[in-house]
């Protein structure tokens, strides 16, 4: 079956380090997203890309940086000046120039704990 | 000001009965699409419902519908006869043409609670 695998599941960290949360789909979708959920907060977009070697920055890129090297794969890097990575985060995907309907499709999310 | 607007932190319905989960939101553009998402305890975000600025007819995906109030910006989520699996946390989200990407904007969210 078709979908979005993000690993892993759980992610703990020491403060000042960095760490990469893998996000691979396998929908052929073009547009690919992260989003950062923290609790009352909603979903808040960090990076997305609609085209391989091309990405955009969201409304909260600062600390954050991804890549685009594989249509299939879109992994995000949070680096040590994040200055509160602990949360939720999502991988999405879509299809891109097919419409306004094509909804986001997710994965299962990725929680990073820095202590 | 907020795109999305869930003003609903939390709500409580009985076992079998219908529900409203509000959803308000802000644009100037003509064209958007309107999504609704479910998100269990586990994690995963569940698309439950789309409607299109355009559409003449509110959208239904079996128990679930849209009331879709243009004039008002309101975008009600209705669940029809809830189900103990129904609990979860929803979420409303726009996507506008003028943003010149595929991404969503999402609002803060609703837990909804089954009671049996």
């Known amino acids: 079956d078709g979908g979005i695998t993000q690993s892993p599941k759980y992610l703990f960290r020491k403060e000042g380090q960095n760490v990469t949360l893998s996000c691979e789909q396998n929908?052929?979708?073009?547009?690919m997203y992260w989003y950062r959920q923290d609790p009352g907060q909603g979903l808040r977009l960090i990076y997305y890309?609609?085209?391989?070697?091309?990405?955009q920055k969201g409304d909260i890129a600062e600390g954050y940086s991804v890549s685009r090297e594989k249509k299939e794969s879109f992994p995000l890097t949070v680096t040590s000046a994040q200055k509160n990575p602990t949360a939720f985060y999502l991988c999405a995907s879509s299809t891109a120039g097919t419409g306004f309907g094509s909804p986001l499709h997710f994965g299962n999310g990725t929680r990073l704990t820095v202590t | 000001a907020q795109k999305i607007t869930q003003t609903q932190p939390g709500m409580f319905v009985q076992e079998k009965e219908a529900v409203t989960l509000d959803c308000t939101y802000d644009?100037?553009?003509?064209?958007?699409?309107l999504f609704w998402y479910k998100q269990p305890s586990s994690g995963e975000m569940i698309f439950l419902i789309y409607?299109?600025?355009?559409?003449?007819q509110n959208a239904t995906e079996g128990r679930y519908s849209l009331n879709f109030q243009k004039a008002r910006k309101s975008a009600n989520l209705v669940i029809s006869a809830s189900q103990l699996g129904d609990s979860a946390m929803y979420f409303c989200a726009m996507r506008e043409r003028g943003a010149g990407s595929y991404q969503l904007t999402f609002g803060k969210g609703t837990k909804l609670s089954v009671i049996p």
């Open positions: 409607q299109g600025s355009y559409d003449e």
């Open positions: 890309s609609q085209i391989v070697n091309d990405f």
């Open positions: 644009t100037s553009d003509q064209s958007y699409g």
């Open positions: 929908l052929n979708h073009d547009a």
